[in-house]
């Protein structure tokens, strides 16, 4: 059979490329496919107990069973750190606060607050001069709607927006945008700030430093921890 495998961040790099597709036994499971890339990358053996892996957007363990056309992800550490719309969103583009802060506001939520998380121009004392964010989308979107849709259920009228920008990303310029509207001010600190907590553990989006002397590194901090997202079984 044959499997779809994506890798992302670090693991992109040890394995030379985002996409590969891989030729495996019919009965193998997620421990053989393991054997395998350790094998073929042997850098990857030191890594792969700090990946999540998903397959089909599901979070599996190496007894899973693998199955023809499988899409694998190995998800290594969330960043952390600082056409869709509503219930959390990604742009390739610059984001639109206003327009984030129009789809949770409203007459009857008299507090509206706003977090704007923006490049930094430096970090750890190295002049950072961009940020290049990437994600899996799917799984991405996924967890973005449900941090919303979990925070909204929570709250009295609570409404939740949250937009997180892919790609380049400069100094100075913003990478996310949460905005939470509710009748009562203490109501949308607490929302504002589980947002922003889970978006940086349950969210697989990666960023990639770029410093003014040239080097840049992958940023990985936060054991990615979505809960599993239900899939159909072939």
């Not at 490329?17 to 073929?40: F, K, M, V, W």
């Not at 327009?99 to 970090?123: D, I, M, N, Q």
């Not at 700030?193 to 940086?200: M, P, V």
């Amino acid at each position: 059979m044959k499997i779809r495998l994506l890798a992302f961040a670090g693991v992109r790099e040890i394995l030379g490329g985002t996409e590969q597709e891989i030729e495996l036994d019919d009965d193998a499971r997620l421990a053989d496919l393991r054997r395998l890339l350790e094998r073929s990358y042997p850098e990857l053996a030191s890594y792969w107990d700090r990946l999540a892996v998903a397959i089909d957007g599901k979070m599996s363990g190496d007894s899973e069973r693998l199955y023809e056309g499988a899409e694998v992800a190995l998800l290594p550490p969330v960043s952390g750190g600082e056409d869709e719309g509503g219930a959390g969103a990604l742009t390739d583009e610059a984001i639109d606060v206003a327009g984030v802060v129009r789809r949770v506001k409203s007459r009857s939520r008299g507090a509206v607050l706003v977090f704007e998380g923006t490049v930094r121009a430096s970090h750890h004392g190295r002049a950072v001069t961009r940020l290049d964010y990437d994600a899996y989308r799917p799984m991405a979107l996924e967890a973005l709607g449900r941090i919303v849709r979990q925070l909204e259920t929570g709250g009295d009228d609570l409404a939740v927006d949250i937009v997180h920008r892919l790609g380049t990303v400069t100094a100075g310029e913003t990478s996310v945008v949460i905005a939470v509207a509710s009748p009562h001010r203490d109501a949308a600190y607490r929302a504002s700030r589980e947002a922003l907590e889970r978006l940086k553990r349950e969210v697989p989006i990666w960023k990639r430093e770029q410093y003014a002397d040239g080097e840049a590194e992958w940023r990985e901090e936060e054991p990615l921890t979505p809960l599993p997202v239900p899939t159909a079984t072939p």
